[in-house]
Every structure is written in C-alpha cells, then in structure tokens.
C-alpha cells in the first residue's frame, strides 16, 4: 500500500516539492532577455512572451532567446498574434517537422488542424493528458492558436511534470526507477472504440511502452511520464499494485503548486512542451462557441530517467 500522510488540503509532497524546487532547477540560468520579453505567469511554469510579432521572420538571436524561455518555462503564451495559416505553420516548422491529421479538419492547410466546439460538438479536452504519448515517438510539442473565444469559460490549464517528478517522496522516487509503462489510445475515444471491435482493426491502433521516468531530451530534467488519458498500467506489476501507483501518480498533477491557467483571447498562442508537461482543456463554455487552429510538432522516443548515485 501507497503511505501518504499528507494532511488533508495541504499535501506534504507539496512542502517537499517548494523546498527542493530551486536546488533541483534544471532550468535556463535565468540569463535576462535581450530580444524578448519574458514574465513568468507562476514560479514554476508557464511564461507570457512580448517584444515579437511571429507573422515575421525571426532573426537567429530572437530564435535562440525563445527556444531558452521554452526550455525554461515549458509553455510560452504570446497574445495579439493574428496569423494566418501558412504563418502559424512557418513559426511551427522552426521546430521540428510538422504532423498531418487525417481524421480532423484543416484551417486549409494540411498541418493546421481546426478545433471547433460549440453546443452541436462539446467539448471533450477537460482530462489532464499529454498528447499522443500512445505513439512510439510521442510530439515534441504543440503551437495552439486563439481564432474565436467564448465571452466566458474555455481556459485551459498546464502542470509542470518535472516539478511532479521533484516533489515526488525519495522512496517513490526509488520505486520507479527501471519501471515502463503502457499508453494507449483511450477507450472512450469513438475511433478506438470502433478500431478495437475486431482483432484486425486493432493492429490500426497504436499502443506504445514508455519510461515512467523520462530524461528530458535537451535539459536532462527528470520528468514523471504518465498521464490518466493514454497511460492503462505499468508493466511487471500486479494489476492492483500498477493501479493503485499510477493513482498516487496521477494525483501529482492536481496540486495547484505545479500548474500555470491562461485565459484565451482572439490572436493568443500557447506553445507547450509535450514531453514534460500535461495540460486540460477546461470544459466550462457549453453551449458556446470556440475554434482553435493547431500544430503538431514532432518527437522522439521517450528515453529513461538515469538511476540518481
């Protein structure tokens, strides 16, 4: 059994985590901005961006000065941006390339997905999740794009999951080290509902296995690697014990310590890091009206946390 004698409505993996966040900070050296501005929207996570008009080519040192703050604050808000399709999609491919969805709509350009909720299609995003990580090479990260905005509601939310991974208690810590977990499409998505009716159809849907603990890629910050939408068990356990871990996990991702909200306004982009955060789309503007154009960036193959000497 999980021992967790945190007092009720004040955890102590909270207290744990406020006290070793800065001598466990991965992040950029916190070098002032010459080309952009930078304000941090929390002390952890999330940064609104300034001082840049993305409809623009971008000059080397502006480039080099975003890619920091992205490595340093995980998800980079910029309002007033109003660009067209072909403009999002340019600024998107400056980091990696870009991934093609057939099954939704397009804003006219392939790698520009529309979204669009409204009382006829509500919406369905308000679970925490980081996305595709049932696939193999999981995306980099996506650029979201603010084209109409309900008058009230549609927030969404974001949690640092390096921050997670440090608030964790040491024998937690331990206990996962080494440990994989499966990620697989949800079933109460309707494709993989439909998909996973007949043994042929199944081999469409993707199902990947996963570091619990991953290393990210460019800064080496460990980062606790499940999510409640795509992450079904952890493998080599019993069912019960791998049920009753991943909801201690899960429940990392709820403390309000670790999480940065943006408000939407027409011509706001969100840029998040999909390898080290998960974020929720809050579903509180039925029955009105949001659309919402995004790009995919994609990744690569999550690799393991190094055993701590």
Known sequence: MIENSAPQGRPESVHVQRSRLEPRDYRASRQSYEHIEVRPCSAVIGADVGGVDLSRPLGALVLAELKRAFLEWKVLFFRDQNLTPRQHADFA???GGLYVNPQLPNAGLDEVARLIHDAADPGNENMWHSDASHWEKPPLGSILRAVEVPDLGGDTMW???AAAYDGLPPDIKDRLVGLTA???PPAHDALSAALRRSKAA????KFAEHPVLREHP???QGVLYVNPV???HICGLPRSESDELLEFLFRQVT???YQVRFRWRAGSIAFWDNRATLHYGVNDYFPRRRVLERTTVLGDRPQPLPAQE
């Open 159 to 161: 949690a640092d999951m």
């Open 202 to 205: 199944r081999a469409r849907l």
């Open 230 to 232: 795509f992450t079904s």
């Open 218 to 220: 460019e800064t080496g």
């Open 255 to 257: 403390y309000p310590e």
């Open 182 to 184: 499966v990620h697989e």
């Open 93 to 95: 491919s400056l980091w």
